[in-house]
Each structure stands twice: as structure tokens, then as C-alpha cells.
């Protein structure tokens, strides 16, 4: 992977944009939110996680500032944990995709969570890390809440003002559903938020709702972004680097790799946590498990809609195997 030789901050600097990185309490430690002036007032592009720790970040940097809009990539805890709070102190209008504003109110709910532990039995999963697995869902109620009253929505391909400069919005379904980047044409700049990292693939997950084909997607927008050619990636985990299309083909890569390896796995029928535990073959914390299931699940459902296994239920169980 090239990092840009000259420091990576200049890029934001001649954007006026300035990189808030807030520490995470996961492996993947930390997110990187946004700042920006404008003559409309101050642009905040997603906020970290609902804590005491975020609370006080923001406190500090926004102090003196007049934040009139905070737009969200998308609904995971990390990136919009804080965005209810942070509109309540400043008033800010909240823009995010019609789809991720719906999963962000519902994917915490408790009606949603009671719904869990069918699929999980479904996925093969033992009752005790479902249990546990639940618990650690729920442990992420606090850090998303209150929600936010959600002002407008995103539209495909519109052009979005931050700071002083205007970005596409690219709608970039795969990590979720609903996911936005958005796209400076004069700089080539994107800022990539989940859909390319640097350094870590992307978790792309089934989770027992909305497109049950999120990897199929994915590949559709990897393949849409790549017609933009990005020379340079601001990505919300990670450090900036130069070119896009050369990490997305990486991604790609990877990816036909796993769909190999999972083609494999299920040789004989295996359920999904059987071929989780093939795929991934090291201890695994229960947040990590959940994101493993994911990812296997949506490794097996793309192959599934491609044609190439097929699933059987016994029991109550379902089994994916190989055709
Ligand atoms: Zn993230």
C-alpha cells in the first residue's frame, strides 16, 4: 500500500478539513471523524460512540464553533454512536441515507434483538455464545442513544457542500446497506469512509436483516467507485494513501480468495458457524464472533444467489453445501 509522500494532512488542509481521530474501545481501535468550516458554519461527518470519553472530544474541538450540519456515512455504533447527543448540545440538521437511518433506529431495538436468537440457532451457533452474543449487542445500547432526529436524507449522486468545496455523494451499499462516501472532483479526493481501508479489509456481514446479499453489492459498488479513479482515499479507519482503484482491486482479490476458501469449507453440508470456524481459525473475542458470523454468512449467501451452493434446512438448521 503507498501512503501519499507528503503528509497526508495537507490534502485535508487545502480541503479546510481537519481529521478528528477518537479512540475506540475494540482491536479496531480507533475511527476517524471530520471537521470542517464553511461559510455556512461548521460540517461534522460522523461522531465515534456515545461515551464520556467522545463527549469530551467533541466538547473540547467544537468549543466556540457553530456546527449547523453533521452528516453520517452510515449507522454502525463508531460512526453514528454520538450523532443523537451531538445534535441535542448543537442544534446541527442530520443528513444520512433513508436506509441506514432506518437500520440505526431499529437495529438496537429490542424488538430486533429478540428476533436474534432464532437466526443464530438457525446459523448453528451454541446456545451459550448466543447468549453471549446477545449481551455484547446490547452492551452497544447506551453508545448509540438518543438517536437522532434524522433532517434529510442523502440522494444519490447529489453534490453535498463541506467546508468550502463540493463532493458527490456515492452511495456505496455492502459494509451497510446505506453507506455514503463522498467524492471532491476538483482534488479527486474521497472520503471512503468503510467501503475501502487501508490496511484491513472491510467487514462486509449478513445480519439477519435488510439485503441478504450484502457481498454481491459490495462488488457492484467497488466496481461503480473505480470509474471515479480516486488519486486520493481519506478512509474513516486508517491512514490516507494515494490511489483507489489499486486498493479496490486488493479488495477484490481478497475477496475471490474467501469466496475460494469458503467454497471449500462447505465441501460437505456445514452450517454457518461450522464454516465460520473454518475461515477464521483464531480465538476470536465474542464482538469478534459476531462480526466472524457476519462475514461468513455473507460469504455463503453470495455464493448462494451466484449459483455456486446451495442450503438445506434440517431441523430448523440450515446447511450450506457446494453443487
Ligand atoms: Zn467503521
Redesign the pocket.
Known amino acids: 500500500m503507498t501512503e501519499i509522500t507528503k503528509d497526508p494532512s495537507s490534502v485535508l488542509e487545502e480541503l479546510g478539513v481537519t481529521a478528528v481521530r477518537l479512540d475506540l474501545p475494540f482491536r ?1 481501535n480507533h ?1 476517524n471523524c471530520f471537521i470542517a468550516e464553511g461559510e455556512q458554519g461548521t460540517t461534522v461527518i460522523d461522531t465515534g460512540l456515545n461515551n464520556e470519553y467522545t463527549r469530551g472530544q467533541w466538547k473540547e474541538l467544537l468549543e466556540g464553533r457553530d456546527v449547523s450540519e453533521i452528516l453520517v456515512t ?1 449507522y ?1 455504533p ?2 453514528f454512536g454520538y450523532v443523537g447527543g451531538l445534535q441535542q448540545v448543537t442544534g446541527a440538521r442530520v443528513t444520512m441515507s433513508e436506509i441506514d437511518a432506518k437500520a440505526g433506529a431499529e437495529a438496537w431495538q429490542e424488538e430486533f434483538i429478540d428476533a436474534l436468537p432464532v437466526h443464530y440457532k438457525a446459523s448453528g451457533i451454541p446456545e451459550e455464545t448466543t447468549a453471549q452474543m446477545i449481551k455484547n449487542l446490547r452492551s452497544f445500547q447506551p453508545l448509540v442513544n438518543p438517536l437522532p432526529e434524522v433532517t434529510r436524507l442523502f440522494k444519490e449522486g447529489e453534490t453535498v457542500r463541506i467546508g468550502n468545496f463540493d463532493y458527490e455523494v456515492i452511495f456505496t451499499p455492502g ?1 451497510s446497506d446505506g453507506m455514503v462516501c463522498f467524492f471532491n472532483h476538483e482534488h479527486s479526493v474521497l472520503f471512503s ?2 467501503h475501502i481501508l487501508p490496511k484491513i479489509t472491510p467487514n462486509i456481514s449478513y445480519w439477519f436483516h435488510g439485503n441478504d446479499n450484502p457481498l454481491g453489492s459490495y462488488f457492484e459498488a467497488l466496481k461503480k467507485m473505480k470509474r471515479f479513479d480516486a488519486q486520493t482515499v481519506i478512509p ?2 486508517g491512514k490516507p494513501f494515494a490511489g483507489a482503484n489499486k486498493r479496490i482491486d486488493e479488495l477484490l482479490h481478497h475477496h475471490d480468495e474467501r469466496l475460494e476458501e469458503t467454497l471449500q469449507a462447505i465441501a460437505e453440508p456445514r452450517t454457518v458457524h461450522a464454516t465460520c470456524e473454518i475461515l477464521f481459525q483464531r480465538e476470536l473475542s465474542v464482538h469478534e464472533t459476531r462480526f466472524a458470523i457476519g462475514e461468513s454468512l455473507a460469504h455463503l449467501e453470495f455464493l448462494r444467489h451466484a449459483g455456486a451452493c446451495e442450503r438445506e434446512n434440517k431441523d430448523g438448521i440450515w446447511y450450506y453445501v457446494k453443487k
Open positions: 479496531l475511527v452510515h454502525h463508531d460512526h459494509h469512509a468503510d474513516s479507519h
